[in-house]
């Protein structure tokens, strides 16, 4: 049998699919391989996975229904990748030889047979819910700063999605520092989910605009349909930590600061906190706000003090300096808005440009350090 096709057209295939090839150990001699295959319709299906993922690619390659073979991903890509584009031949018969023919000339392969290739998991979808592309993907990718970076607590590590009738909430925590990305939209089914942080990745990849992405939940896995583009994913078994019980309900003192002047500020003073204690101390008063780090073992400190409107008692929060200023960097407002309700509650971060059915929100944990601070002048 053979696949005839253009070069460009299959390369642009095996390079989405190729996102679910594995990059360490390989623990079946089919994963590192693409699986072609022949749709009802005769159109050309490219799958590849790493068993947690799956990606499928739909072309509009001719070839005959129900045809596979299995072509092994990194030789094929070298092949083919530099070739001029062109229209190539794929010869394969039922002892796994494969042959590929360009006008430059030919390449001869072995491979295995497609009989142990993991199977298809996008049958028999319910249940679909729908989002924009990249406001789903945006707040996956914006969310991450916020995770825990330690596989063996899931729960801190994975990203919560949790679908209701009229949003959809991302959410990370290290339990020091709460984000929030709330896209509101109608949903008709309900869902709670944690995705794996490699999910994220290759999502980022794979969508790459605003339209329609299309999410199902079905026996311990997420499936994500995109344009001509099928993925899958294994989902993290469990609960996710009862986020909703730390959000503040009285924060009855609220300021405003420009961003990029928070920002700004607080890149100049983290160098002069502590490493091994990073922690900044900010001061509300009267439309300003007073900033402090120091290292005093290595007798270092810094502050400054930036305008802001508020207009209340003063308050001393303690916060982690580099949770801060991630903070910071994932918003891209003018002004951002911080809600307080004592020192030994959450800070509520949150910018200005919460519209058009996103709601982003951000916690900051009082820092908790036992030794005596000494606050300069």
């Known amino acids: 049998m053979n696949i005839k096709c253009n070069s460009k057209a299959l390369m642009k295939a095996l390079t989405l699919a190729n996102n679910a090839i594995p990059t360490g150990a390989i623990v079946m001699p089919v994963l590192d391989h693409f699986l072609l295959e022949g749709n009802d319709d005769g159109k050309l299906i490219v799958r590849a996975t790493d068993l947690n993922h799956m990606i499928k690619v739909q072309t509009d390659i001719d070839v005959d229904a129900g045809m596979s073979v299995l072509l092994p991903s990194m030789i094929t890509m070298n092949t083919i990748k530099d070739l001029p584009e062109q229209e190539i031949e794929i010869q394969f018969d039922d002892d796994n030889n494969i042959r590929i023919v360009s006008s430059y000339g030919e390449y001869s392969m072995k491979t295995h047979g497609t009989e142990d290739f993991p199977s298809d998991f996008f049958n028999d979808l319910e249940n679909p819910i729908l989002v924009a592309g990249d406001d789903f993907v945006y ?22 999605v949790k679908v209701t009738t009229d949003a959809i909430e991302i959410v990370t925590t ?140 003063e308050i001393t929060c303690k916060y982690n300096a580099r949770m801060l200023l991630d903070t910071l ?8 808005h911080v809600l307080l309700e004592s020192v030994n509650r959450p800070s509520m971060l949150v910018p200005d440009h919460n519209s058009d059915g996103i709601e982003i929100t951000n916690l900051l944990m009082p820092y908790v350090d036992r030794r005596p601070v000494e606050v300069p002048a």
């Open 329 to 336: 960097m994932s918003f891209n407002s003018g002004v951002v």
């Open 139 to 160: 707040g996956l990718n914006s969310s991450m700063f916020a995770a825990a970076n330690d596989e063996m607590k899931p729960q801190v590590s994975s990203i919560s």
């Open 174 to 313: 290290n339990t020091s520092q709460l984000y929030r990305y709330k896209i509101l939209t109608n949903n008709s089914s309900e869902c709670s989910i944690m995705l794996p942080r490699k999910t994220v990745s290759l999502l980022k990849k794979l969508v790459t605009d605003g339209d329609t992405l299309t999410m199902y939940v079905k026996s311990g896995k997420a499936c994500f349909l995109y344009k001509n583009i099928s993925f899958m994913c294994n989902l993290i078994g469990g609960s996710y930590l009862p986020y909703e019980k730390v959000f503040p309900t009285n924060n009855d003192k609220k300021i405003e600061v420009n961003l990029s002047e928070f920002q700004k500020s607080m890149k100049r003073l983290i160098s002069f906190g502590s490493n091994e204690h990073p922690m900044v101390l900010a001061t509300y008063s009267n439309n300003e706000i007073k900033l402090v780090c120091a290292n005093f073992e290595m007798a270092t400190q810094a502050s400054e003090t930036i305008k802001c409107v508020y207009e209340g008692e």
